[in-house]
């Protein structure tokens, strides 16, 4: 087969079907609150303690016996402390230092959790987090005692300044770690496979990078990364097609390629593609002919939730455009399990809303076609003004990441998301004493290893290995 001849066959296609001009596969550069200002730069108190925690902690609970904060909140909904943080129900396991890692500011995480683990009691846990320099694999199978394996540095354009590149974005999909950066040079892909030998060793070596993917620019930048499990799709967004979904099948790690775009909505900051179980019958599969649920991407950018039917990546279609009341900068979200709400955040709204606290927002999804208004999307402001960044749902819960105000749990229920409702059940501070609406601290959470260990990645000081008690788990 001519590769050449298929991408051009395909590029043409994309054009013929959406009716694009060439132009359209042309990047735009990243656009983030954080590109154009400054980070906040505010001392950390936290960092005081960085050295001697590094070294030696070995597990702190969150507790209430400490004497200064005996079961009352700081007014930022912690109640306890572990060690030199404040918390609820959330305890520090082990902190991994921005220097072990390799350098340069912290950015993204994700994880990984050996499927073929030898021993299942003890399974093969692989924290992956990006700097300004790189990528760092960090085993955390053993919570309180953390091992860096290696590093993969950055691809694209050399880092600059203490911070490198601001941006660095990971997903991982059937034991490959995927990995984009707004600083250039594609995807890389990262066989995970090769940690299992380095299991335990600690090393800042490099690893292999399989390949790197940068079919249509060199040294392509992406924002972000989103990828579908089920479809083994990849989703580049804020590079390339007017900065919309860039769709790369990676079905073949070693092999991506683009089978499609959209980029009819402009910049796409993040996304979740899922194949659509939700409660609209046009789109689950109940009303299909062929009786096959949809493939659907809800995209946050910039100041809407958008929703997009990719089902056909040839020729992918506008559902919906959902706008809120003071929109700042629509940044990320999630879905539901049962894909019936969407809840998401905005990275500037808690700058001229601050006296109105952090605020998340949440709306009921049971038509994707309906028009709805900005009174259909309800708003649970929190305790604190901090800027919030991502958030995940696993469950009833809500694991949020909120810069300097740190980790923030909820609980929820499907008539508490209708109005606005939601239950702080677990807490973690970074910044102990700092809540204001800047750029330092936690800036991404995974809370989906198959334990109580959670990550959270912050931008000033590291890797965070933490350990949650559910109050509202069955005995």
Known sequence: MNTNKTNLALLVALVLTVGWSSVSVMQVEPRDLKAEFAFSGVADVSREALEALSTTVVGLPCTT???????????????????????????????????????????????????????????????????????????????????????????????????????????????????????????????????????????????????????????????????????????????????????????DPAQPRTIGAFATDGYTHDAQCVVYAGPDDDYNGTNAVDGEPSEICFAYNEDSLTIVDVTDPLATRLINKLDYEREGYTHQGWLTPDHAFAVFNDELDEGPTAALGTRTFMVELQDLDAAYTADDVKIYTHDTVSTDHNLYIRGDLIFEANYNAGLKIFRYTAEGLRNGELDLVGSFDVDPGLDVPAYGGAWNVFPYFDDDTIIVSSLDEGLYVLAFTDPGAPE
């Open 65 to 251: 016996d400490v004497g200064t904060l005996p079961g009352v909140s700081d007014g930022n909904g912690n109640v306890g402390m572990s060690g030199p943080y404040p918390c609820t129900n959330v305890g520090l396991q082990a902190l991994v230092p921005l220097a072990e890692l390799g350098g340069g500011a912290g950015n993204d995480s994700w994880g990984w959790e050996d499927p073929d683990s030898e021993d299942p009691d003890n399974p093969f846990r692989v924290a992956i987090m990006g700097t300004g320099v790189g990528t760092a694999f960090v085993d955390v199978s053993n919570p309180t005692v953390p091992v860096v394996l290696g590093t993969v540095a950055q691809a694209g354009s050399a880092t600059t300044g203490a911070t490198g590149a601001v941006w660095r974005d990971i997903k991982v999909n059937d034991n490959h770690a995927f990995i984009v950066t707004e600083r250039g040079g594609g995807m890389q892909v990262v066989d995970l496979t090769q940690l299992r030998a380095l299991r335990g060793t600690p090393s800042l070596d490099q690893l292999d990078v399989l390949t790197t993917y940068t079919e249509h620019d060199a040294d392509s930048n992406f924002h972000n990364i989103v990828i579908n499990e089920d479809t083994d799709r990849a989703y580049l967004v804020g590079g390339t097609f007017q900065g919309g979904l860039h769709i790369v099948d990676i079905a």
